[in-house]
């Protein structure tokens, strides 16, 4: 689902002139369940291969294209995830070099970054915004 999501808003937005200048960005999330580590694999690399190849088609057009991959945010979602999985935020505080779970803010942050001109010469890049997460 993330897949197709991610193509069809790269493909509409650029089909329908959204901004002839500026950053887009993907946000690639992180839902792998036990058992499912392939297919997981399998679609992160082919949001970033998709990433590469609009970045290089949009660029002409003056749109940088980038994701953001999140690690362990203080969402709702999350909220209701450790309610029904006790010593779960422990056990993904222990998966993260930050020691914590991300805020909803640091994200936000990034997102508004990798959009800014401090970032005007990023193309096609995954930046993740995990604690260290994705390193363990």
């Known amino acids: 689902v ?8 790269i493909g509409l937005s650029a089909a329908m002139g959204f901004g002839k200048q ?10 792998t369940k036990e ?3 392939a297919a997981d694999a399998v679609c ?3 949001v970033e291969a998709m990433t590469k190849v609009a ?10 294209i980038n994701v953001i ?4 945010i203080l969402t709702d ?27 909803p803010h640091e994200l936000a942050d990034a997102m508004l970054w990798i959009c800014s001109e401090q970032a005007s010469f990023i193309f ?10 994705s390193l363990k």
């Open 2 to 9: 993330l897949l197709t999501f991610s193509s069809s808003c």
């Open 35 to 37: 058992g499912e580590a």
């Open 124 to 133: 096609g890049e995954v930046v993740k915004v995990d604690g260290g997460f």
């Open 44 to 46: 992160k690399a082919a």
């Open 55 to 64: 970045a290089v088609e949009e660029a002409p057009n003056g749109i940088r």
């Open 69 to 72: 991959a999140p690690g362990p």
């Open 77 to 103: 979602m999350l909220k209701r995830w450790a309610a029904d999985n006790p010593g779960g935020l422990e056990r993904v505080v222990e998966g993260t070099l930050a020691g914590r779970i991300g805020d």
């Open 22 to 31: 500026g950053a887009k960005v993907v946000l690639a999330g992180r839902r």
